[in-house]
């Protein structure tokens, strides 16, 4: 069981580039987002980035290097997005919360939900390179509800922590791809009623493994 107060150090970092390389992340970055990683060529990265396509494979090798890239920059950015506003509000009990609105402030303006959902779904199973940046992200974010839930003092955080995960994932999706713009609200009462919830005492600890035991 884990005794984790802080979160967890980011996994990712800004890749180190050239002027050329920075152009060419920045265009792919847009243009996968925006349109799909299957949609969007190399000639047309190149071209958005005014520049030539081999210049992209000198600097990246693939397209499924760029598109690792263009996940893992995403991931740092977000994972500096996500600590910046955990280090502004020092309530253990709320910082749970500040998770969700750290999400509906990277989210504002994009309707395309999670880059690491949409890069999983079109590539990731037939990458390990896309794959592997998708569930180091995935698995942050869960040690990050379990190290949150620890310092809020929650009941069993690993199991807590692993649920909170599993409302912020659905959240994702289920306000992008299920159409529902209400997600973010409900997840945030899902979260405020597990805040709420009295820890359990030692008295109830121990009716509760008699009952078990009967």
């Known amino acids: 069981m884990t005794t984790a107060l802080e979160p967890p150090t980011p996994v990712f970092s800004e890749?180190?580039?050239?002027?050329?390389?920075?152009?060419?992340?920045?265009?792919?970055s847009e243009l996968f987002y925006a349109r799909g990683i299957r949609a969007v060529g190399v000639d047309l990265v190149a071209l958005e980035a005014?520049?030539?396509?081999?210049?992209?494979?000198?600097?990246?090798?693939?397209?499924?290097?760029?598109?690792?890239?263009?996940?893992t920059r995403r991931g740092a950015r977000w994972q500096h997005h996500?600590?910046?506003?955990?280090?502004?509000?020092?309530?253990?009990?709320?910082?749970v919360l500040t998770v969700f609105d750290a999400l509906e402030e990277w989210h504002a303006g994009q309707d395309r939900g999670c880059a690491f959902v949409n890069a999983y779904a079109e590539v990731g199973a037939g990458d390990d390179a896309t794959r592997d940046v998708v569930r180091r992200e995935k698995?942050?974010?869960?040690?990050?509800?379990?190290?949150?839930?620890?310092?809020?003092?929650?009941?069993?955080?690993?199991a807590t922590g692993a649920s909170l995960h599993l409302v912020y994932e659905g959240t994702l999706v289920l306000s992008t791809a299920g159409g529902r713009p209400s997600a973010l609200t409900e997840a945030?009462?899902?979260?405020?009623?597990?805040?709420?919830?009295?820890?359990?005492?030692?008295?109830?600890?121990?009716?509760?493994?008699?009952?078990?035991?009967?």
């Open 50 to 71: 005014g520049t030539t396509k081999k210049t992209l494979y000198d600097r990246f090798g693939s397209k499924d290097r760029l598109v690792a890239q263009y996940l």
């Open 139 to 158: 698995e942050w974010m869960r040690r990050l509800f379990v190290a949150l839930a620890a310092g809020a003092g929650l009941p069993a955080p690993e």
């Open 188 to 214: 945030r009462a899902t979260v405020e009623a597990v805040l709420a919830a009295p820890a359990p005492t030692a008295e109830r600890a121990c009716e509760d493994c008699e009952n078990e035991g009967s």
């Open 82 to 95: 996500v600590l910046e506003l955990l280090a502004a509000r020092p309530d253990p009990r709320r910082r």
């Open 15 to 28: 890749p180190e580039l050239t002027p050329a390389g920075h152009s060419l992340l920045d265009a792919a």
